[in-house]
């Protein structure tokens, strides 16, 4: 087998370059001799056949794109001789057949997590600290200061240069020279801070520019996201700032949250700073109640869950070329698993999900469901064109340089990520998951907004793939990285949790590696491996907003 190449589809009419094909080579595949007339970089496709103008391109045996001209056997496949094009889908009854994966490894192992009253069990036990809206969110960061490190909390992940070395260099008139090759990388210094609550995992501070201002569905969503986050099972409680005035106000809120758990009954707070004698009076307030709330909360201790208790959100972002043929079917065969093992999975980012509707939609458990889902993209695709831009306008530059040239090829390789199970249920944005396997969320493509989303939804463990590499986190979340290829899971060691660069390489199979990542996912959802986002300090939290600002 020639190891330079791979086609992945018996339909697919490109191959996809697994190293640099130089100029002059010839490829040999099913006896038809491929020249390559022009490099082909790593990651890029190529034409198997030679592909007429407006003649369909197939991937993964899905179409990904229209030929703009006529595309030479063995010619790479680029922005300008392919554009983006999709296949039309209908709602239809289908009976989509599952075959679960082998899980006798797994069916007898459990996870130590920490059990709510609601049944739920997370794999994090933390507090948390929101504003209502924007306008709380410089109390937001008072009470971070005030809390974190007399708690025993670290405090900053960002102090990792000497800014003073160069202010040295610059009070002895040093020359440029000096200062750029000056080392001012700081060693990291553990925390060695003891923690006053030793079971909370740590206090979170969810600051967001939303709350008033835009129109009120706006600020309804918000509550339910809030909402969302509150009754997470790795959220032991809460402090909410309001203002008072705000389009968010208190009883949306509460109301979301009586909506997801009827019998709620962790410790929240919730403080008006229009109701307060003063802002020092306030934050006095939020700082002696959320101390109390943190007693509660640290009463609560890991115990032994079975792996029907985690919801794990699959995401992806900065992906590449090779996103599709690694670490997202590993993460695929991994959502496979856990739906066997009665776990729910969610798959989000809808317009990356352009292109591969039929399939999803014949995979739907219910009418209802592809009927919800259909309408979903439907919706989401219409609002996108109507202010200029479509999902064909989806792929980032990154992903176009490393050879993802349409939103077809790339959602292709996206929805990978989702395995082949059922779909039990399909979720409008803040819905949450209350159905066991694979649950299909409506986020955008962005990543933080969409990670955001997936938390709020209910998920307690995120796995993160990449291709290029992002620091992207989430508060609550543990959020684990996930590379495509051995380069930038090296290059990028510090960010980098888990590597399926070996599918590339043929050294492991996607089974092989999907089952090394539920063992790592495991060890996470345990809290005996910190993915590198939490060990980071990456708390990104991004609120979708779907509507216009008044």
Known sequence: MDKRFLHIHPKDNILVALQDIPEGAQIIHKNITIPI???????????????????????YGSIVGKALVPIKIGEAITTQNLVHATASYQVANQHWKFTPPDIDNFKDRTFMGYHRKDGSVGTANYWLVIPLVFCENRNVDVLKTALLKP??????????????????????????????????????????????FPNVDGIKFLNHDGGCGGIRQDSDTLCNLLAGY??????AGATVLSLGCQNAQIPILEDAIKKRDAQFSKPLVILEQQQSKSEKHFIEDAVKHTFLGLIEADKTKRSKAPLSKLTLGLECGGSDGFSGISANPALGHVSDMLVALGASTVLAEFPELNGVEQELLNRCQTKENAEKFAGLMQTYSKRAEEVGSGFENNPSPGNIKDGLITDAMKSAGAAKKGGTSIVTDVLDYTEPVTKKGLNLLCTPGNDVESTTALAGSGCNIICFTTGLGTPTGNPIAPTIKISSNTILSERMADIIDFNTGGIIEAKATIESKGEELLDYIIAVASGEKTPNAVRLGQDDFIPWKRGISL
Do not use: C, R, W
């Open 37 to 59: 007339p022009k490099k082909v970089k790593a990651k890029h496709k190529f034409a198997l056949y030679p592909i007429e103008k407006d003649a369909l391109v197939y991937m």
């Open 151 to 196: 708690l025993g909390y670290k405090t900053s992940a960002a102090d990792i240069i000497s800014t003073e070395t160069l202010v040295k260099h610059y009070k002895n008139q040093e020359s440029k020279e000096t200062f750029l090759n000056s080392d001012i990388i700081k060693p990291e210094i553990p925390n060695t801070d003891e923690q006053v």
């Open 230 to 235: 509150i009754t997470n099972p790795n959220v």
